[in-house]
């Protein structure tokens, strides 16, 4: 084996005069620049050798660099403090890496990355110097450029988000950790899944698209988890960026915190669809979730509807007043809220009249649960009013019937239990 390597490497052996041609053509062929100057540290360093690389950067030729000190190269942008390192470097024979501000031929300033290695003979005594230099102006401006973006960024008052080709983070600006708690640190690397990966699954879906990349600009409201657990909304905007040639490297992300915006409006909302008293649905909420049947929304739905009405209200009224009244209708609208079940619409449909809306129920199973409120309502003593009752009409939907037909013949069949005297439940056919 060790006269195998041998062999190997006397045959891959190069001559002294083709090395010296090889470096040669190595340093001129570089990409790098490269200036190789003497080690006279008393009158300084002079440049003995340029490659093309280093003339094309600094704008002289060979024949002006040859026998000049590298001090042309400085100006008044020059760092001195990285020049006087870089001094001590090179009288003590040491290694030096470093960056500053250097001048062409035409002053112009350019940004430069160098360093600066001894060459020593064989006595280990430093001859020369070698350095390799690049110009990273463009790199320097694009850093500028980018920390200028960054400030503005951080500075602006929306929460954003930038995500790479695989849906993770890689840039979050002050916004965000501000509106959700988490520092970039803490979420770099990761998905936007987790501000709402433990919310409710029908609330996660509308976080983000189906499918992102098929979507140039996407906009929704989607709520979202704080650091704290605490759940907040924002307006939030997607878009892509794309490179040169088109295709989406990366996904940015504006966000505005509209959870007291939504609060307001859901007070809103509430307000339009609550009855202010009883705080049932309102006529017109009523009336609207009836549409839903008529508009073939919930047309497949079976429906009954329940409508009852206090007996003997008026009397009511007249004896303790309409303070006794209110009273009656709170407590009433209490209980019906009480016995329905989470699927059921209980709406104040005027006066002393409510109705209940009962999806997925037949028309025994509406009559039965209608005469279990009545039983409660007889059953309940008022302070200081005692007892009351409640009459009750209840009908079927039928296939093809309009919700007008159907709140026609609940209203008959109350109509009738009136006539049947009072306090008891009356079904249509």
């Known amino acids: 084996?060790?006269?195998?390597?041998?062999?190997?490497?006397q045959s891959l052996s190069i001559p002294v005069e083709d090395k010296a041609l090889l470096f040669q053509a190595a340093l001129d062929q570089s990409y790098n620049s490269v200036v190789i100057t003497?080690?006279?540290c008393e009158v300084g360093p002079r440049i003995v050798y340029a490659n093309p690389s280093f003339e094309k950067m600094t704008g002289y030729s060979i024949t002006e660099l040859v026998g000049q000190s590298p001090k042309i190269l400085q100006g008044p942008l020059t760092d001195h403090k990285v020049i006087?390192?870089?001094?001590l470097c090179i009288r003590s024979g040491e290694y030096f890496e470093g960056s500053t501000i250097n001048y062409d031929k035409n002053k112009n300033p350019y940004n430069v990355e160098w360093s600066i290695s001894p060459i020593k003979d064989q006595d280990g005594v430093v001859q020369y110097f070698v350095s390799v230099q690049k110009n990273i102006t463009a790199f320097i401006k694009a850093q500028q450029e980018r920390n200028l973006l960054v400030r503005a960024l951080n500075d602006s008052p929306d929460c954003v988000m930038i995500t790479d080709i695989d849906n993770k983070i890689v840039f979050v600006n002050t916004g965000f950790e501000q509106l959700t708690g988490y520092k970039e640190d803490e979420v770099l690397g990761c998905k936007p899944s987790i501000l709402w990966k433990n919310l409710a699954g029908t609330l996660a879906e509308k976080s983000e698209p189906r499918n992102l990349q098929q979507t140039l600009h996407f906009q929704t409201q989607a709520p979202n988890l704080h650091?704290?657990?605490?759940?907040?909304?924002?307006?939030?905007?997607?878009?892509?960026?794309?490179?040169e040639t088109g295709n989406i490297t990366h996904y940015v992300s504006f966000s505005k915190d509209s959870t007291e915006r939504l609060k307001r409006e859901l007070t809103l909302k509430d307000l339009a669809s609550?009855?202010?008293?009883?705080?049932?649905?309102?006529?017109?909420?009523?009336?609207?979730l009836l549409k839903q049947y008529d508009d073939e929304i919930l047309s497949k739905k079976s429906l009954c509807l329940i409508m009852l009405d206090i007996d003997n209200f008026k009397n009511i009224n007249d004896?303790?007043?309409?303070?006794?009244?209110?009273?009656?209708l709170k407590s009433s609208s209490q209980l019906l809220k009480s016995k329905a079940r989470s699927t059921d619409s209980v709406v104040r449909?005027?006066?002393e009249e409510f109705l209940i809306l009962v999806p997925d129920a037949n028309l025994n199973a509406a009559v039965e649960f209608a005469e279990r409120i009545r039983n409660s309502i007889a059953q309940h003593q008022h302070q200081a009013l005692g007892f009351i009752t409640a009459s009750f009409g209840v009908a079927e939907l039928q296939a093809g019937e309009s919700t007008a037909?159907?709140?026609?013949r609940a209203d008959k069949a109350l109509y009738k239990a009136k006539l049947n005297g009072k306090n008891c439940v009356m079904s249509a056919k």
């Open 349 to 351: 449909w005027g006066g």
């Open 84 to 87: 006087e390192e870089m001094r």
């Open 227 to 243: 650091k704290d657990g605490s759940v907040f909304y924002v307006d939030q905007s997607i878009a892509h960026i794309q490179n």
């Open 319 to 328: 004896t303790y007043g309409h303070a006794g009244g209110d009273e009656i």
């Open 1 to 9: 084996m060790i006269t195998s390597n041998n062999n190997t490497y």
């Open 274 to 288: 609550k009855d202010a008293l009883t705080d049932l649905l309102n006529r017109r909420s009523g009336e609207q």
């Open 38 to 40: 003497d080690a006279n």
């Open 405 to 408: 037909s159907l709140l026609n």
